[in-house]
């Protein structure tokens, strides 16, 4: 049992929180009970994962796409009505962690799902501290359809893949050097081709990364926003029960995005 306070302090040392400029408040956004003993963890505060928090009597929830983005209508009413109201009537305290869970070195989005695929040594693509896209190294290089096969297997999803071989004569054959940034980080493919990566994964993919990919010979590996975040939250939440002794559960509500 620990008082809600005292663990946003241990969330926001743990992942940095206050050194990361961000599009939401990180920390502690909707306030609930006082002392917290069991914990819903999850992807994003959708109105299914409240309700499954308040089915399982859960405490708080702790998530990495929460509420109050920057330039959202600011009124609550409607879905975000809805959402809020059940936590509150609940009682149930909502923690949100955006950019530090993207970026942390040990239990990141990136970190956890460069473990996951075998890719080691992460390191910033940006010149920054706080960089949000890495890249890393697999242990042997490999055929972009074995990596595509290898992406699969870990996040049971079919990613989309843009093999700039089949466009781009400098294309490299094999993939050894890799970016990523999970989520909607597509945009960053043409860094990770100005510093030498082989491939770099994302969640998402837009019309632009296609001819990023095919004209600068980088091939491209879309594999979900959903499925590429699930891992950061998860590793934060069985820290808090490792480090704290809290109840902590994971609740994937699935999302095809």
Same mark, same amino acid.
């Given at each position: ?154 996040? &049971? ?8 071989? %089949?466009? =781009?004569?400098?294309?490299? !054959?094999?993939? #050894?050097?890799? *970016? ?13 081709? &100005? ?8 969640? %998402?993919? =837009?019309?632009?990364?296609? !001819?990023?990919? #095919?004209?600068? *010979? ?40």
């Amino acid at each position: 049992m620990m008082n809600n306070l005292e663990l946003e302090q241990i969330l926001n040392q743990k992942l940095n929180s206050q050194a990361i400029s961000d599009y939401a408040p990180n920390g502690l956004q909707v306030e609930g009970k006082a002392e917290i003993q069991k914990i819903i963890t999850g992807v994003t505060a959708t109105q299914a994962l409240i309700d499954a928090a308040v089915a399982k009597q859960a405490d708080a929830i702790l998530v990495h796409h929460g509420y109050f983005w920057k330039s959202e209508n600011p009124c609550i009413r409607g879905m975000k009505g809805k959402r809020i109201k059940t936590l509150l009537v609940n009682d149930i305290n909502l923690y949100g962690y955006h950019l530090p869970v993207d970026v942390h070195s040990e239990l990141g989005n990136n970190a956890q799902l460069a473990h996951l695929l075998g890719i080691a040594n992460l390191q910033p693509l940006e010149d920054s501290p706080h960089s949000i896209p890495m890249f890393g190294e697999l242990s042997e290089a490999i055929s972009v359809n074995h990596f595509a096969t290898r992406i699969e297997q870990v996040l &049971q999803r079919k990613p989309t893949v843009c093999d700039a071989s %089949e466009f =781009s004569q400098n294309a490299p !054959h094999l993939i #050894r050097k890799v *970016g990523i940034c999970t989520g909607g980080g597509q945009g960053y493919i043409d860094l990770a081709a &100005q510093m030498g990566c082989d491939a770099f994964i994302s969640g %998402e993919i =837009s019309e632009q990364t296609t !001819h990023s990919a #095919r004209e600068q *010979g980088i091939h491209y590996f879309a594999c979900g926003h959903h499925a590429t975040e699930r891992y950061g939250i998860k590793a934060l939440g069985e820290w808090l029960a490792q480090q704290y002794g809290f109840n902590v559960e994971f609740v994937d509500i699935d999302n095809p995005a």
